[in-house]
């Protein structure tokens, strides 16, 4: 009853310079991410509110990129605005959503094991202490996803977490840099429209 968040938020997706232009500039769509490791099951992906995550998320993907193929044009870090409206959204901070996977863990489980395969592995990467690579969560989001078509229940048009990531603020603090809103909209009927993310006027006070 209460899974439709009315309001509209601002999200914001890290990507390349080509990526920015096609979606901004030819009105193509930002495609969804179909990883076995997503955080939150398969969709496209944006940082509520946080302008500066995307950035840096953008900075570190094209990086990555240009290390790895030098020979290649370099890509370069942009990153595109969003406005949308969650709809039906598997909210993770709600405290009811851990029941539903929970459920969808437990289905999961039994069905592997009726075909003798173990399960997805949350891991980490490169000595970080972050699980960075989700592959049992993304398979228990995804498997509540199909739970809710079996049941012929409305299907999800998004989800919501919010995920504490990175080092300490600073000397035994419980608050990590990090840590985010990350939002997977699965509905493109969410997404209302792409904007440029705008530098602020210093002459003026923010609103």
């Not at 938020?9 to 495609?31: A, M, N, P, W």
């Not at 993907?61 to 370069?76: A, G, L, S, T």
């Not at 999800?156 to 990590?176: A, C, N, T």
Request: some cysteine.
């Amino acid at each position: 009853m209460y899974s439709n968040l009315p309001n509209l938020i601002i999200g914001f997706h890290g990507c390349d310079r080509i990526t920015y232009e096609k979606v901004l500039y030819h009105h193509e769509v930002l495609k969804g991410s179909h990883n076995s490791y997503d955080w939150l099951g398969n969709g496209v992906y944006f940082w509520e509110n946080s302008l500066a995550r995307a950035e840096e998320w953008a900075m570190a993907y094209c990086q990555k990129h240009n290390d790895r193929h030098p020979e290649k044009q370099p890509k370069q870090p942009a990153v595109i605005g969003a406005v949308i409206s969650l709809g039906h959204c598997l909210d993770l901070t709600d405290y009811g959503s851990s029941d539903i996977l929970r459920k969808g863990y437990e289905i999961l489980k039994y069905e592997l094991s009726l075909v003798g395969h173990s399960m997805p592995v949350n891991r980490n990467i490169g000595g970080n202490d972050d699980l960075l690579l989700r592959e049992l969560d993304c398979a228990v989001i995804e498997r509540s996803h199909r739970l809710n078509r079996e049941m012929n229940k409305r299907p999800y048009d998004s989800v919501r977490g919010v995920f504490v990531e990175g080092s300490p603020v600073y000397k035994d603090s419980g608050i990590m840099e990090k840590t985010h809103t990350q939002l997977c909209i699965i509905n493109p009927n969410c997404i209302k429209g792409y904007f440029r993310p705008l530098l602020p006027d210093a002459e003026w006070n923010m609103v």
